[in-house]
Each structure stands twice: as structure tokens, then as C-alpha cells.
């Protein structure tokens, strides 16, 4: 259950912030709000770190595989494509849109196991529920 209430919430805030950011993109440049939206990420990162236990940093030096550390190189990129999304297509179907590209991408993780992820089977059901969501992004759209 605490996991459903954490994912609901995760959806909620990338939502505001998609506004949040396309309005200071407005008043601003797409690179200094992608740039100020990852400078107060790591801020906050920064300072949660310093509450709540200082783990040790040299830790990421033993990474492996490599790649996995690209993540912040990911979410500038995340950042950037909401910001034009959202300013292109407005927030509910720049939304419905992410939502199902993260659906599709997460399943096919899961089914290949790519990127360590245990491999799950195929399920038609999971992509008849796929094919169903984006029924519902052309229902909303008309």
C-alpha cells in the first residue's frame, strides 16, 4: 500500500512540476530552467544526505556497470522533454502521453531484463492494458 501512495504521489509532483518548470521556461531559457530545476535537485539532495546519515560518497566510484551512473544526464533530458511537452501539448495530455511511454518502456525492461532488472514474463494482458491507455490518450484527445 505504501508503495501505491508513493507512486501516486510521484505522478502528482512530476505533473506540477512539468507547470512549474514550463512557466519559469517562459520567463527564462529551456537550459536555465532545465539548469536551476537540477541545481535545487541537488541542493535538496545535498542537504537530505547531511540529515540523514552521510553515506559515503566515494561509494559511486564502485559502481558497476558504469553506465547506471548516467541518471542525472537522464533526468536533465527528462526535464527538458517535459518542459516542451508540456508547453506544446498542455499538462493533461503531455501527462497521458509520459504515462504511457513509461508503461511500454518500464514493461519491456521488465520482459527482456535489461539493465539488471529480474526477468518477468510476457503477459498479452499487460499489453492489451497498454493498448487500452493508448485508446484512452485518443479518447481524450477528441
Known sequence: MWGILIALLSGALMSIQGVFNTQVTEQTSIWVSSGWVQLTAFAAC?????????????????????????????????????IRSVGSLGPARSALLIVVAQIIVAYAIEVFGLFGVEKAGFEWKKVIGAAIAIAGIVIFRY
Not at 537530505?48 to 547506471?68: A, D, E, K
Request: hydrophobic share 50%; aromatic share 16%; net charge positive.
Open 46 to 82: 545535498l542537504a537530505m544526505w547531511l540529515f540523514t546519515g552521510r553515506q559515503q560518497v566515494s561509494g559511486l566510484w564502485q559502481v558497476q556497470p558504469w553506465y547506471m551512473l548516467t541518471g542525472g544526464v537522464i533526468g536533465a533530458m527528462i526535464t527538458y522533454t517535459v
